[in-house]
């Protein structure tokens, strides 16, 4: 084998390395995007801050044994349809309790 196609055998690895990179950073940005919305509903419905959203996912992914970005995508298919596993609600709504204000803010004045 020459060097030439040593060269472009090398050059040829590499592109597929690169190729595989681009996948994963896509699949991280995907995956930050969907953490982030939950975290927003969370946020919203659970009356916590962004804060404390990460750390209600965080504590239902590691008590269900699901993948943070699994229990991210549960929760946002909830907020579309409604529906939720009992087990994934019952622990959201344990971690809510746990991680979540002390009391709910009172109603703005009218």
Do not use: C, Y
């Amino acid at each position: 084998m020459s060097a030439g196609q040593d060269d472009s055998g090398a050059e040829a690895g590499r592109i597929f390395e690169l190729q595989e990179e681009v996948e994963q950073l896509k699949e991280a940005v995907v995956s930050h995007a969907v953490v982030d919305q939950a975290i927003g509903m969370m946020v919203a419905l659970g009356r916590v801050t962004p804060d404390e959203g990460w750390v209600v996912l965080k504590d239902v992914s590691q008590r269900t044994n699901i993948k943070l970005r699994n229990v991210a995508d549960l929760i946002l298919i909830w907020g579309r349809s409604g529906e939720l596993p009992p087990q994934i609600r019952a622990e959201l709504e344990a971690a809510l309790d746990r991680h979540g204000p002390t009391q709910i803010p009172e109603a703005p004045p009218e």
